[in-house]
């Protein structure tokens, strides 16, 4: 069951439109309303002290965007850097951040009937962050609660709660 | 009413209090012997902006109290009636009650009528004749008399649209020359209106313009540059006519929006006046309260600064000329013991110097106790024995919780005081220093960056990064020889006339893979943070320039390393790093005052 503690855009029976991506051997769907721009990865600046899933950041056009790799953080597929690796960039909560996949590769349509619960184990995501799974073309696809997953403490793109001293002369 | 008029109320607001802001410095600085005509005019129409806006409005508290005002001001500007030092005292606490009235306005709360009547009365009481004034009274547009019809179709505009003239060819008009002035009031409205045609039109030559919009501004013209370098670097590959031809046009582009930058930039600039205007009120205030006499004089106003630092200036500020009001300036009979004038001066003081501004605070008081600092100190458990030079002494009142004041009063000394004052100051880059001669005055001066939106920074690299270092921050930058470098257990020190710098490296502080060279092979560059200086050991240093500094918390997080980010001429981005922070990590490096050479 999808938890109801995050957010869930998909709860009418319209049909949804998806980005489908690839990690590793398995193919991912996200809400392609978050979807800013599709872009190449290009080298990042690494950050200090950052968990290894944070490649860096980057300047898009003058605003310095963080990038994550998916691949690392849930240890699916090859982290590898070529000229078809792909960074999604992802408008969420007002804020621009980068997620770095294999391949982009198709954008679907998808009735709210259809979708099925997602599996309590066997997904590399935390069920958490999962709206549920469909079927196109005999494929199965996972589609991700992108939002939630973003604005996630693990990811640990945002300031977290406790504070910190480092600003005190 | 079937216009909505809520939507020009900000607009209204916004103007009144700016009005009412003149309206106080105008009364400040007026000669009471003999009122500048322009001063008093200046006065009147402030007033007069007021009353016609809060009319059309309905804000009738505002009304009310600024008409009453008003008729006391045209009878002062036609000579009708002196000005004293009670008048301008009473009209100057009737500005800050209509300023009261117009926050209360604003933020919707109850309007005390009791106290505005009793404002009304007072005014009317300093006003003889204000009941009868009948003719003198021009109505405004709201109960001309026909006769003056003429006199306020020019009057109607209330001051949004007033054309300068306005003003002074009223005066001339309605004015009925009042019996004891008649050989003294013709002289100055000749005067007024003589002087109106060269006069600026100071309000049409400023436009509002939303902060956000210019910060917009800011950072598209940052994009320019960069697209503007990259441009360069690509064109270095091309050979030939193309390339010259390319080159041409790249300088010129480079020149325009350096042109373009500088003056988006100065737009963010305002004139520290708007901080320092205030004071006048606020040691007029102040030596009443206190009974001391004190003059106050202000140098370079028009000294430009970022608007985002302006109004974190106003705080620090004031508790420094509190300060100097409450403990500086002694009160006259000691002044004349000390064989001192009877006036006290504090000297406030801007300029622009080496990409800097320094603000200075000055007083000609008895400057500070350099015993009873020590004192309160070692009580404070700050020092130890009282074994330190002067500027060291000076240094322990920016300590948390010290203050020196005898007595708590209301105008300084809780206590609470120049620790956050420099906290302040540092907020915004800054940085504060302080000077004092026993009998003679103290002083104190505050160093701020231009700006806070570009840096002028030193770009060092580590491995394959570049990193960026505050220009303000940095002594110098050297290679040192092996016999400069000391060690002590797993820290080392630089040795350099005279003085150990612990050297703090730059690929552990940000666990950078890279192997950290020996310091003799690296670059060191001595930095000096508000707490304590330190030697950063990097690879090498790739050059000083100008940086818009980014942040970084706007789509990611706070990283305690750095201050921010930058975007470089090649499109990439570069972190600016936080001295402050790798001060504090140097602190665990020896303290260097502890070695024995």
């Known amino acids: 069951m999808t938890d109801n503690n995050t957010p869930n855009p998909i709860n009418n029976d319209q049909q949804l439109e998806f980005l489908t991506f690839v990690i590793g051997a398995e193919t991912y769907a996200l809400d392609i309303m978050t979807v800013k721009e599709i872009r190449g990865y290009d080298p990042v600046t690494k950050v200090a002290n950052a968990p290894t899933f944070i490649k860096g950041v980057l300047n898009l056009r003058g605003d310095i965007v963080p990038v994550v790799d998916l691949r690392i953080k849930f240890n699916v597929g090859e982290p590898t850097y070529n000229e078809f690796t792909i960074v999604i960039m992802l408008n969420i909560a007002d804020r621009i951040v980068g997620i770095v996949v294999d391949e982009v590769s198709d954008v679907i349509k998808v009735h709210q009937q259809n979708i099925k619960p997602p599996p309590e184990f066997g997904v590399a995501f935390d069920s958490r962050f999962l709206h549920g799974l469909v079927t196109i073309d005999d494929d199965m696809v996972i589609l991700v609660n992108i939002e939630a997953l973003i604005t996630s403490e693990e990811l640990q793109l945002f300031e977290q709660q406790a504070p910190k001293g480092g600003a005190n002369g | 009413m079937s216009v909505d008029m809520s939507q020009f109320h900000s607009v209204f607001f916004e103007e009144s209090q700016e009005h009412l802001r003149d309206m106080e410095s105008l009364l400040l600085g007026l000669n009471i012997e003999d009122p500048d005509p322009e001063h008093l005019n200046g006065i009147f129409r402030a007033a007069h902006s007021i009353k016609g806006g809060s009319g059309i409005f309905g804000f009738d508290a505002l009304t009310g109290l600024t008409h009453v005002m008003e008729n006391m001001l045209d009878k002062a500007r036609s000579k009708a009636l002196h000005l004293d030092k ?397 016999d400069q470098i000391k060690t002590i257990g797993n820290d080392r020190l630089l040795s350099i006339r005279g003085d150990y710098w612990p050297i703090v490296d730059l690929h552990s502080e940000l666990g950078l893979q890279n192997m950290v060279p020996a310091p003799e092979a690296a670059i060191l560059v001595l930095i000096e943070s508000s707490q304590r200086r330190f030697a950063l050991l990097v690879d090498a240093l790739a050059g000083q320039q100008q940086v818009v500094i980014k942040s970084l918390e706007q789509h990611y997080r706070r990283i305690e390393q750095f201050a921010g980010a930058t975007i470089m001429g090649d499109g990439s981005v570069a972190m600016i790093l936080d001295i402050e922070t790798l001060a504090t990590k140097a602190a665990n490096v020896e303290s260097p005052e502890e070695v024995d050479d």
């Open chain 2, 86 to 482: 009670t008048t301008v005292d009473l009209l100057l606490s009737t500005t800050d009650h209509l300023t009261e009235i117009l926050n209360a306005y604003q933020t919707g709360s109850d309007i005390d009528w009791g106290a505005i009547e009793l404002g009304i009365g007072k005014l009317e009481a300093a006003n003889p004749g204000a009941q009868t004034i009948g003719e003198d009274d021009q109505g405004f547009g709201f109960f001309e008399p026909l006769e003056s019809v003429l006199a306020a179709d020019e009057e109607d505009s209330f001051g949004f649209f007033e054309p300068l003239e306005d003003a002074e060819k009223a005066t001339t008009t309605t004015i009925e020359v009042p019996p004891e002035g008649i050989d003294t009031t013709p002289l100055p409205k000749i005067k007024a209106a003589a002087k109106v045609q060269p006069l600026p039109p100071a309000e049409a030559s400023t436009i509002r313009v939303d902060t956000n919009k210019i910060d917009g501004l800011v950072n598209l013209v940052g994009e320019l540059v960069i697209t503007q370098s990259i441009l360069r670097l690509a064109n270095q590959q091309a050979h030939g006519a193309l390339a010259e031809t390319l080159e041409n046009a790249i300088n010129e582009l480079a020149r325009n929006t350096r042109d373009i930058q500088d003056s988006v930039l100065s737009m963010r600039m305002l004139p520290i006046s708007f901080v320092f205007n205030r004071f006048p009120r606020v040691i007029r205030d102040l030596s009443t309260k206190l009974n001391k006499h004190i003059d106050l004089e202000i140098q370079g106003g028009d000294t430009e600064i970022d608007k985002g630092m302006i109004e974190k200036l106003v705080d620090p500020l004031t508790h420094l000329v509190r300060n100097s009001v409450d403990h500086g300036i002694e009160s006259p009979d000691a002044r004349i013991t000390a064989k001192k004038p009877e006036r006290g001066l504090i000297r406030l003081c801007a300029e622009q110097r080496s990409g800097n501004v320094y603000i200075h605070i000055e007083d000609d008081g008895k400057g500070m106790d350099r015993e009873k600092i020590i004192s309160k100190a070692i009580k404070a458990g700050l020092i130890e024995d009282d074994n330190l030079v002067d500027s060291d002494v000076w240094k322990l009142i920016f300590a948390p919780g010290f203050s020196t004041a005898d007595a708590v009063t209301d105008v300084s000394g809780r206590g609470v005081g120049m620790d956050v004052v420099k906290r302040n100051i540092e907020d915004i880059k800054g940085t504060i220093d302080i000077q004092s001669t026993p009998g003679q005055g103290s002083k104190t001066t505050i160093r701020l960056p231009l700006t806070l939106a570009i840096l002028d920074s030193m770009c060092v690299t580590v491995g394959d990064q570049t990193f960026v270092i505050p220009l303000l921050n940095i002594v110098e930058t050297m290679q040192p020889s092996a």
